[in-house]
C-alpha cells in the first residue's frame, strides 16, 4: 500500500540482463560474478561448398595464408608459431592446435604490447562449410577503421571461396 515499489529478491544472474560479468571458476553458478570488459566484436562468414574438413586442412596450413589473405603476403615457421610478411610489418602467428572441432584460432603479435585474439571457426553447413572469422575492434580504433578490417576480412573470405573453387576444379 504506500504506493512505493519494492524489488523482489533477484536472481544473481539476473545481472547478465544488464551488466557484462563472468562467472569466476572456483564459485557455484549461483555465487559471485564479476564486471569484465568487452571490445566490439563482428563475425564475417562465408559458405563455402566443399567438405567442412578439406576447408579446415586447408586453413590449418598457415602456408596457405598468402593464397587467400590479403593482409599475409609470405610465412615462414619461427618457434612456436610462424612470422608473416604484411604490408604494415612482420607480425607473429601462434595457431590453436590441429583438432576435430574446426577450431582455427590464432593469436597475431603485431608487437610487444599488442597481441590480437583471431577467433576463426569451419563449421558443417549441411555438406559443405561456413567459416566464421570475429573481428575485434581494438583499443583506439575509431568506426572507420574497424569498417575496414571488417571489409578486409570479408574480401579475404570471399578470396577464400574462390581459391578453394579454383583448386577442386583441377
Known amino acids: 500500500g504506500d504506493g512505493k ?61 598468402p593464397e587467400w589473405s590479403e593482409f599475409i603476403t609470405a610465412v615462414r615457421p619461427e618457434g612456436d608459431g610462424w612470422r608473416a610478411t604484411t604490408s604494415q610489418g612482420d607480425v607473429h602467428i601462434r595457431f590453436s592446435p590441429r583438432n ?34 570475429t573481428v575485434y575492434r581494438q583499443d583506439g580504433m575509431d568506426d572507420e577503421a574497424f569498417e575496414r578490417d571488417i571489409a578486409m576480412v570479408r574480401t579475404d573470405l570471399e578470396k577464400l571461396k574462390s581459391v578453394l573453387s579454383r583448386r577442386t576444379q583441377r
Not at 540482463?17 to 564459485?27: K, N, Y
Open 5 to 65: 515499489i519494492r524489488q523482489r529478491n533477484r536472481h544473481p544472474a539476473a545481472a547478465c540482463l544488464t551488466e557484462p560479468f563472468i562467472q569466476t571458476s572456483d564459485t557455484p553458478a549461483s555465487s559471485t560474478f564479476h564486471r569484465i570488459t568487452m571490445k566490439p566484436a563482428h563475425t564475417a562468414s562465408v559458405s563455402i561448398p566443399h567438405p567442412p574438413a578439406a576447408v579446415y586442412a586447408y586453413l590449418a596450413d598457415p602456408q596457405h595464408l
Open 100 to 133: 576435430d572441432f574446426g577450431v582455427l584460432d590464432h593469436d597475431v603479435t603485431v608487437n610487444e604490447s599488442l597481441t590480437v585474439h583471431v577467433p576463426m571457426r569451419v563449421v558443417k553447413n549441411d555438406d559443405g562449410a561456413e567459416v566464421l572469422f
